[in-house]
């Protein structure tokens, strides 16, 4: 499968109604415990891997997975052995 690129990316989820398009780096077994965003997310792993906790869902994401969470949605994060990138568009 074929990545987009960071541009191209962007230009769609701006074009979607995005209006902030960001990298976003994690380090190698980094935690973040339950918390929410005052923001939509609509995301695409580019390196690592991390599981993405919400309600009783467990989403193990790899790079290659999109992924989306709503605003206010209360959720976990815990990234794999070698940390994960991601480039993620938000709708304030």
Do not use: C, I
Request: proline share 3%.
């Amino acid at each position: 499968m074929s990545l987009p690129t960071f541009d191209q990316f962007k230009a769609t989820s701006l074009a979607a109604g995005f209006d902030e398009v960001l990298v976003r780096e994690w380090t190698s077994g980094q935690r973040v415990d339950s918390h929410t965003h005052a923001f939509e997310v609509s995301a695409l792993v580019v390196r690592g891997d991390f599981v993405l906790t919400v309600g009783e869902q467990v989403h193990h994401l790899k790079a290659g997975d999109p992924f989306t969470l709503p605003r206010d949605t209360l959720h976990t994060e815990h990234y794999g052995t070698d940390g994960a990138t991601f480039w993620v568009a938000r709708k304030n």
